[in-house]
């Protein structure tokens, strides 16, 4: 019994990739009808939002370094972009159309295998903070997905890369639908 709680406690706290403030955002322009809908295929999900992660070696404080000093310089350039209240992302983010930074995960954490962080992107910005940050990145390698629900498809199928390519631990994914939310795959907040 107590290994099926753990277990099962392990699935909760690691399910998968997305963060509460996607969810909101999600739940903000999601259709009705198709909320509660896990049968719902992933092939032609609607993307609502992206992330941009930036990619790094934890143990090389060079890189460390560099990568901090990457994250600053993109909050700074993007600074009218992002909500001036909040520029990390939570979840009671505020406006859903800004950007915002998630925390710097220094170690391997979810589907990563390294050190990472990531920005929330609006589908209205992609174009503009994809391109600053591949042109700035340095050795630094980027990795870039939607978030529709579909979180097998949106990491490993609509995933690109600019540098190395990190393999991706899809094994903690728990949603693979459209709209779905990991640790609770059936149902999207209200």
Same mark, same amino acid.
């Given at each position: 019994m107590l290994t099926v709680f753990l277990a099962a406690l392990l699935v909760v706290c690691t399910s998968g990739h997305y963060h509460d403030y996607d969810w909101k955002v999600m739940n903000k322009t999601f259709p009705e009808e198709l909320k509660n809908e896990e049968n719902e295929p992933c092939d032609n999900a609607k993307i609502y939002s992206y992330h941009i992660h930036v990619l790094f070696w934890q143990n090389n404080e060079e890189r460390v370094i560099s990568a901090e000093t990457l994250r600053k310089n993109f909050i700074e350039n993007f600074k009218e972009k992002f909500n001036q209240e909040k520029i990390n992302c939570?979840?009671? &983010?505020?406006?859903? *159309? #800004?950007?915002?930074?998630?925390?710097?995960?220094?170690?391997? *954490?979810?589907?990563?295998?390294? &050190?990472?962080? =990531?920005?929330?992107?609006?589908?209205?910005?992609?174009?503009?903070?994809?391109?600053?940050?591949?042109?700035?990145? +340095?050795?630094?390698?980027?990795?870039?997905?939607? /978030? =529709?629900?579909?979180?097998?498809?949106?990491?490993?199928?609509? /995933?690109?890369?600019? +540098? *190395?390519?990190?393999?991706?631990?899809?094994?903690?994914?728990?949603? /693979?639908?459209?709209?779905?939310?990991?640790? /609770?795959? #059936?149902?999207?907040?209200?």
């Open positions: 939570t979840i009671s &983010a505020g406006d859903p *159309a #800004r950007m915002c930074s998630f925390e710097v995960d220094k170690d391997p *954490a979810g589907p990563f295998t390294t &050190a990472q962080y =990531s920005f929330f992107i609006p589908p209205d910005r992609l174009q503009e903070t994809s391109m600053w940050m591949l042109q700035n990145k +340095g050795v630094h390698d980027v990795f870039i997905h939607p /978030n =529709s629900g579909c979180e097998t498809h949106d990491h490993t199928k609509w /995933n690109t890369f600019s +540098g *190395a390519k990190w393999p991706i631990d899809d094994s903690v994914f728990t949603c /693979n639908h459209p709209g779905c939310k990991p640790g /609770n795959p #059936r149902v999207i907040e209200s």
